[in-house]
C-alpha cells in the first residue's frame, strides 16, 4: 500500500522560499506523476504542478511559473515542491499526491507566512 | 488554462436524498475528469476518475458521468458521512494544466 509522507510545517517571512517533501514509501515510486495541490484557510484546492519522476520532467499551473519548481530523487523516492518570493497569501496546506488522477494523497504541510 | 465551473457551491439535503453535481469545462476534456471528497482537516479522497470509474472501495451510490465539457456526480441516498465538500478536478493529458472546480459544499437541511 502506498503513502506519502510530507516534510512538517513552516514558518516563512515574505519574500523567502520554502521547499516541501514528500517521500513514497511502499510502492514504485518512478511508475507515476507526483502532483502538487495547494489549499488555502477556507478556500478551494489548487493545482500548482506536477512532475514525472522517471524523466525529471515537470509541469507547472501558468498562475506559478516562474516560482515553483518541483523536482524529484528516485533514489530516495522523494518528490519536492519549492514556492519562492513567498508572499501572505501562499499561506496554505500544501498536499502532494500520486499520479495524474490524485490517487494517493500526503498528509498536508501546513506553509504560513508571516512577518 | 482550462477553466472548471462547478455547480452549485452549496447544496443542503436530507438523508436518504439523492443530489447531482454539475462541472463544466472550457473546452474538452474527453473523459479526464476526477471528483474528490473532502472532509474538515483532511486531504482528499478520490471518488471516481475517468468520469465514471469508480474506485475501489467507494460506495456505489456515487456515480459519474459526462464527457466532453459536461460532468456529473450523482449520490443518490445520501447516507450521513456523505455530507462534505466534494470538487471535480481536470487532468487534460493534452494540455498538462490541471485545474480543480470551485467546490461545492453538501450540508444537511
Redesign the interface.
Same mark, same amino acid.
Given at each position: 500500500q502506498v503513502q506519502l509522507v510530507q516534510s512538517g510545517a513552516e514558518v516563512k517571512k515574505p519574500g523567502s522560499s520554502v521547499k516541501v517533501s514528500c517521500k513514497a514509501s511502499g510502492g514504485t515510486f518512478s511508475r507515476y506523476t507526483i502532483?502538487w495541490?495547494r489549499q488555502a484557510p477556507g478556500q478551494?484546492?489548487?493545482?500548482m504542478g506536477?512532475i514525472i519522476p522517471v524523466l525529471g520532467i515537470a509541469?507547472y499551473? +501558468?498562475r506559478f511559473q516562474g516560482r515553483v519548481t518541483i523536482t524529484a530523487d528516485r533514489s530516495t523516492s522523494t518528490a519536492y515542491m519549492e514556492l519562492s518570493s513567498l508572499r501572505s497569501e501562499d499561506t496554505a496546506v500544501y498536499?502532494c499526491?500520486r499520479d &495524474?488522477?490524485? &490517487?494517493v494523497?500526503? +498528509?498536508?504541510t501546513l506553509v504560513t507566512v508571516s512577518s | 488554462?482550462i477553466q472548471m465551473t462547478q455547480s452549485p457551491s452549496t447544496l443542503s439535503a436530507s438523508v436518504g436524498d439523492s443530489v447531482t453535481i454539475t462541472c463544466r469545462a472550457s473546452q474538452s476534456i474527453s473523459t479526464?475528469l476526477?471528483w474528490?471528497q473532502?472532509k474538515p482537516g483532511k486531504?482528499?479522497? !478520490?471518488l471516481i476518475?475517468?468520469a465514471s470509474s469508480l474506485?475501489s472501495g467507494v460506495p456505489s451510490r456515487f456515480s459519474g458521468s459526462g464527457s466532453g465539457t459536461e460532468f456529473t456526480l450523482t449520490i443518490s441516498s445520501l447516507q450521513p458521512d456523505d455530507f462534505a465538500t466534494y470538487?471535480c478536478?481536470q487532468?487534460d $493529458?493534452y494540455s !498538462?494544466?490541471? $485545474?480543480?472546480?470551485?467546490?461545492t459544499k453538501l450540508e444537511i437541511k
Open positions: 502532483g495541490v478551494g484546492l489548487e493545482w506536477r509541469n499551473a +501558468q498536499y499526491a &495524474d488522477t490524485l &490517487d494523497w500526503g +498528509q498536508g | 488554462d479526464w476526477a474528490y473532502q486531504a482528499p479522497k !478520490l476518475s475517468k474506485e470538487y478536478h487532468y $493529458t !498538462l494544466m490541471y $485545474t480543480f472546480g470551485q467546490g
